[in-house]
């Protein structure tokens, strides 16, 4: 999958793919204007390696069960220095997926590659990865990307028929080995099959979403509002050919996959027949207002301001201040974009009016909306930010305007390219010189970063 991805990244400069303006919207829309970037302070500093984002590609993002993905990756092959991939849910066989798919994409085997996880955020690791091998002079050019295959997860066998099946391959004698075939029950023949839960608390991340609503008193009719706003500027944004990124691909056997498939605009009243996913019967959060499980790839090409040049690139963004938080995985499992965004915005020394683009990640409706409240709560930052006044919320106009994970999907380890990737292209569609990118991720983990345009 992710070594058919890497071919999309082109030896010769890659240009954007040029589409309609949205027209004007309100809390479904926003009005996005191709003007210059405005006249602001660079974020460039004396001495310090000018990183950029030269291009990034992802597969069509597919509700897992459907139409199955294979990736195509590839670049010159004495062009890159490193790749770093991020995946979630490991394949046996395939642990370090980066050496593979760089292998498979026919890389030398002299390219070092290497595999993260950080589970939601595991691809904004492989990027940052990317950023401080250059930024220490190790490389100039690294592919990093995140990739998850959710149709085909590994499925173990019980801890049980584990231990037997590893106790019969120790076994000396056919007496042993008869004792221990034997003494198979029934019971030991059930599979475990993943889960998205902590095992901290042992709490699936949807539970902890319709907990984390009700805390900030996010209503369900919130959550389906903001899920139906997710799918309508997704559908308005792949319609009018935003979504450049995506690549089209033929998988053996089937049609050309060339769109994401999970993005379905309904209406509110269909929303409102859905029961609750996880909390029965008095829970907020639904199939709807969630992230879907999602098959996907993505990868991008960061390299020094000096290299992209000189090979003739026209870079799209640099990749500025960033930073990673975590806090408790059992009630502040997913507000790591409220206790980040702060953060980063005064390690780049911006303050949120600064920030012309915002893509977060949108695991749940009711996440949302709930950081977006805990973001304009004095009382929250005052307890549990150590902060005097609140962060402040993003203005929804400035918001995931080209719909987000509710709607486009969310393959756990490829979300993070998309969000840096959607920044880079909506600063060059809208003249915008600063987009933040902000996610959770399990654990109670959270990961923001700043993106500056670059100059056209």
Not at 79 to 84: K, L, S, T
Not at 99 to 111: M, P, Q, V, W, Y
Not at 194 to 214: K, N
Request: proline share 5%.
């Amino acid at each position: 999958m992710a070594s058919m991805l890497l071919t999309s990244l082109r030896s010769s400069p890659l240009t954007s793919v040029q589409a309609a303006q949205f027209g004007r919207m309100s809390w479904v829309s926003a009005e996005l204007t191709n003007t210059s970037p405005k006249s602001k302070k660079t974020l460039a500093k004396p001495g310090v390696k000018n990183i950029v984002l030269v291009d990034g590609v992802r597969t069509p993002f597919l509700q897992s069960g459907t139409t199955g993905l294979l990736n195509r990756t590839g670049l010159p092959k004495d062009a890159v220095d490193y790749i770093v991939y991020g995946t979630v849910i490991q394949e046996v066989k395939t642990s370090n997926v980066a050496r593979e798919a760089a292998l498979g994409a026919g890389f030398s085997d002299k390219t070092p590659a290497h595999t993260v996880t950080m589970a939601c955020i595991s691809s904004n690791q492989a990027m940052t990865t990317a950023v401080g091998l250059i930024a220490a002079g190790q490389c100039d050019a690294v592919v990093a990307g995140g990739v998850e295959f959710m149709s085909d997860v590994p499925i173990r066998h019980s801890r049980k028929m584990r231990k037997t099946m590893l106790s019969l391959n120790k076994a000396k004698t056919l007496g042993a080995r008869l004792s221990l075939l034997g003494s198979i029950r029934l019971a030991h023949l059930s599979p475990e099959l993943p889960a998205v839960a902590e095992f901290s608390t042992a709490e699936t991340m949807g539970h902890s979403a319709d907990r984390l609503a009700a805390a900030f008193g996010v209503s369900r009719l919130e959550q389906d509002e903001f899920a139906l706003r997710s799918h309508t500027l997704a559908k308005k944004a792949q319609d009018g050919g935003m979504l450049s990124d995506v690549i089209s691909f033929k998988v053996p056997g089937r049609d050309i996959v060339s769109k994401d498939n999970g993005i379905r605009p309904a209406t509110m009243e269909q929303l409102a027949k859905l029961k609750p996913a996880f909390i029965k019967p008095h829970g907020t959060v639904t199939a709807a207002n969630s992230s879907f499980l999602t098959d996907g790839a993505s990868a991008v090409l960061i390299m020094s301001e000096e290299k992209a040049l000189a090979m003739g690139y026209k870079p799209k963004a640099y990749l500025r201040d960033f930073v990673y938080v975590s806090q408790d995985p059992k009630d502040q499992l997913l507000l790591g974009p409220t206790y980040a965004t702060p953060k980063v915005l005064e390690k780049s020394g911006l303050t949120l009016n600064d920030i012309d683009v915002f893509e977060f990640h949108e695991a749940f409706a009711g996440q949302i909306m709930a950081n977006l409240k805990a973001m304009e709560s004095d009382w929250f930052a005052q307890t549990y930010m150590g902060r005097k006044t609140k962060v402040g919320a993003p203005p929804m106009e400035k918001f995931n305007t080209w719909g987000g994970s509710l709607s486009l999907g969310h393959p756990f380890a490829a979300t993070g390219c998309r969000l840096v990737t959607t920044v880079a292209h909506r600063l060059q569609k809208e003249g915008g010189q600063y987009g933040l990118v902000a996610a959770c991720a399990a654990g109670g983990q959270g990961h923001a970063m700043v993106i500056e345009a670059y100059p056209q």
